[in-house]
């Protein structure tokens, strides 16, 4: 049994950030965010989901920290940000805007990345100035823009009322997980994770999940219940990329399909067969590619001095990216499969 917020070994342990500062938010809530990789590299931003924290993108600031800067931020009220009793999709979006200005300079690019509430994060500030200054490209993780419980399987009943109010009550539950059991591994993975995952998933994920608050897990619960973002989804007018588990039972890929169809210039929809609502977890290397690959295609050029920072207690770091992106590497097998996936639904659609 154990509380650690994160497994200290392996490939899903947290890398060291290079810069760590406290962001403060339009309504004062102070949000942990951190630092990783060259100062001077194409930036990448990740926003996590509900339950979770920065330790959930470990695999991939592990990697894209070789010739990226990594920026990643704990949600209100998750990881290392402290609680605040400001619940909504308004919060959210402060919150986005509010890292961005503190750890990018002004009309600097970066791909951000969102999984789960992190794309709802994105949506909700779509409009925002921030955004539309520095996001170059966006990829959305197993996520969703509205009616996110009648849609959800985790209650194996057919779709309609019933199985809504019982999701409601599993998903909105203020009951503590208490520590990672093996009976609360084998929860954890059915709800979240596709059936073939492997025991240092099911781990990590479950390290960072029970460390969340109930009273946090509770409060954001309504805001996902009462959910509807769909207007945000169309004001996303950056390229964006869509990667959805086959087996998700939150986000079940009809989510994503709506996405893909909604977005003014989406760039891709994967669909991967066996995998749940833990992409980045699930498939660390093709999310990963993923997003090298946008920041190669869309984050380039010099973007000036840094200016001062309003983060506490030390600013972000200071330089300007001065080479070019890098080159994304060669598809590797599950990357092949899931290109296929892609072209295959987009055959679909257009039928």
């Keep these: 049994m154990s509380r650690l917020p994160h497994v200290a070994d392996g490939p899903y342990a947290p890398p060291v950030p290079a810069h760590e500062l406290t962001v403060t938010s339009a309504d004062g809530a102070r949000l942990h965010a951190e630092v990783h990789g060259p100062e001077n590299a194409p930036a990448v931003v990740l926003s996590h989901g509900w339950w979770c924290s920065t330790a959930f993108w470990a695999a991939q600031i592990r990697e894209l920290a070789a010739d990226h800067r990594v920026v990643a931020y704990d949600q209100r009220g998750h990881g290392r940000s402290p609680a605040n009793p400001a619940y909504g999709t308004e919060p959210l979006a402060d919150d986005l805007e509010a890292v961005l200005k503190a750890t990018l300079a002004p009309g600097e690019q970066a791909v951000i990345a969102g999984h789960s509430m992190g794309g709802m994060t994105l949506m909700a500030a779509a409009t925002r100035p921030a955004v539309r200054e520095h996001a170059a490209a966006v990829l959305l993780c197993s ?3 509205a009616r996110l419980v009648p849609s959800a399987t985790v209650v194996p009943l057919r779709e ?10 599993v998903l909105g539950s203020r009951a503590p997980l208490g520590p990672v059991t093996p009976a609360a591994r084998r929860i954890l993975k059915y709800g979240t994770l596709g059936p073939g995952s492997s025991p240092d998933m099911v781990e990590a994920c479950a390290r960072i999940v029970h460390a969340c608050p109930r009273r946090v897990r509770y409060g954001w619960s309504h805001v996902l219940d009462l959910l509807d973002l769909d207007h945000g989804v169309r004001e996303l007018r950056m390229p964006v990329e869509v990667v959805v588990g086959a087996a998700d039972r939150l986000t079940p890929p009809v989510h994503a399909r709506a996405l893909a169809a909604a ?17 980045p977890v699930e498939a660390p290397e093709l999310v990963t590619g993923k997003i090298r690959a946008l920041a190669a295609a869309h984050v380039s050029g010099a973007r000036g001095e840094r200016s001062a920072r309003s983060a506490e207690p030390t600013a972000a770091p200071t330089g300007v990216p001065t080479a070019p992106a890098p080159t994304a590497p060669a598809q590797t097998a599950p990357a092949q499969t899931a290109a296929v996936q892609t072209a295959a639904v987009q055959t ?3 039928a």
């Design 143 to 145: 996520t969703g823009s």
């Design 160 to 169: 309609g009322r019933v199985r809504t109010w019982l999701t409601r009550r």
């Design 263 to 279: 977005l003014p210039d989406c760039v891709g929809l994967t669909e991967l067969p066996g995998l749940g609502h833990m992409t």
């Design 348 to 350: 679909e659609e257009s």
